[in-house]
Every structure is written in structure tokens, then in C-alpha cells.
């Protein structure tokens, strides 16, 4: 029993160790890959080429020469994660009394009065 408990403990360890290690070996190679997506210009222009499978968007700095694809800003990509749904759905269950809901066959429509179009109405989609 003492052997085995050993055992996993040192396992542990390593994997433990591995992990740190994988996650600085990470940090290491992502962290240039930051600092040139934060020091890079942005884009002076660019140039829409039509071609037979679609347009494509080509960005150019002032001088006119293609500068590649545009990066996410690493200050904002976290903020990316603000628009995932969230992880589980909580159910509301009612507390005390619950009354079964009824609905009537056909909403009751109001008449209203037609009124004359002016120049400063919204658009009007039929």
C-alpha cells in the first residue's frame, strides 16, 4: 500500500514538472509572436482584386506593398471569450405554487388609423 501510494506521488511530480515545463516552453514561443503582432503597423489601405472565384482584399502599407494578412490585437483577443455561450444552462424551477399557463386561440388585433406618409418616416419594408 505504501509502495503504491509511492508511486503515484511520483508520478505526480512528473507530471506536474511536465506541465510547467510544457506551459513555459509556450509562453517562450508565443511571446514574440505578441510583441510583433502589438509593434506592427496598421494598414494605409488596401486593394480589392476581382477574380474568378471571389474578391480578395489584399491590405498595403503608405508605399503601396502588401503587408499581409491583419492580426488580432492581443489586449482584446481575451475579450473574444465574452461571447461564448456559457457552460451549463441552469433550469429556474418555480418555488410554492405553479399555475399552468393558457393562451387564447387568436391574438386580438387593434384597428388603427392610416396615416399619410411623411418625407422624414422610416423606411417602410413590405
Do not use: K, N
Request: proline share 10%; charged share 10%; hydrophobic share 50%.
Amino acid at each position: 500500500m505504501a509502495r503504491a501510494r509511492a508511486y503515484i506521488v511520483a508520478m505526480m511530480l512528473r507530471s506536474r514538472s511536465f506541465v510547467a515545463i510544457a506551459l513555459a516552453l509556450l509562453l517562450v514561443l508565443t511571446a514574440q509572436s505578441m510583441a510583433l503582432a502589438r509593434g506592427m503597423p496598421g494598414a494605409a489601405g488596401s486593394v480589392v482584386l476581382c477574380t474568378g472565384t471571389g474578391p480578395v482584399t489584399i491590405l498595403t502599407d503608405a508605399e503601396g506593398q502588401p503587408i499581409g494578412p491583419a492580426h488580432i490585437c492581443p489586449d482584446c483577443a481575451l475579450a473574444l471569450i465574452v461571447t461564448l455561450p456559457p457552460c451549463g444552462v441552469v433550469a429556474v424551477h418555480p418555488m410554492g405554487r405553479a399555475e399552468a399557463l393558457t393562451f387564447s386561440a387568436a391574438p386580438e388585433v387593434l384597428p388603427q388609423g392610416v396615416r399619410p406618409f411623411s418625407a422624414r418616416d422610416p423606411p417602410v419594408v413590405i
